[in-house]
């Protein structure tokens, strides 16, 4: 069982940063991949990015490559997301993920989830 609790969210205006944490608590969180999805009002929960268990490796979608920035920090349990540039169109709830098995972009593949963090990006 893995518990985690995302922060950070809020309200920015277009061009504004925002820094996301993910902190996990339970099961060792060095073990998973995680990622951070999003999801906005009308519309499929989307990925985001995505880091593996050492944080050499990452994924961004096309949306929010060279904007956004994943990290992790296993001593701390937390996997953080760095928003720079924000676009109206980032506005919706960012939630974490930890992996379960499964294509790494399938939201149905990750087993536990955070409750969610509201970013609005007002123009």
């Known amino acids: 069982q893995v518990e985690l609790v995302e922060s950070g969210g809020g309200l920015v205006q277009a061009g504004g940063s925002l820094r996301l944490s993910c902190a996990a608590s339970?099961?060792?969180?060095?073990?998973?991949?995680v990622a951070w999805f999003r999801q906005a009002p009308g519309k499929e929960r989307e990925i985001v990015a995505n880091?593996?268990?050492?944080?050499?490796?990452?994924y961004y979608a096309d949306s929010v490559k060279g904007r956004f920035t994943i990290s992790r920090d296993n001593a701390k349990n937390t996997v953080y997301l760095q928003m720079n540039s924000l676009k109206p169109e980032d506005t919706a709830v960012y939630y974490c993920?930890?992996?379960?098995?499964?294509?790494?972009?399938?939201?149905?593949?990750?087993?536990?989830w955070g409750q969610g963090t509201q970013v609005t990006v007002s123009s």
């Open positions: 993920a930890t992996h379960g098995s499964g294509p790494l972009s399938n939201s149905s593949s990750y087993d536990y």
């Open positions: 339970g099961r060792p969180f060095s073990s998973y991949f």
């Open positions: 880091i593996n268990w050492s944080g050499s490796s990452t």
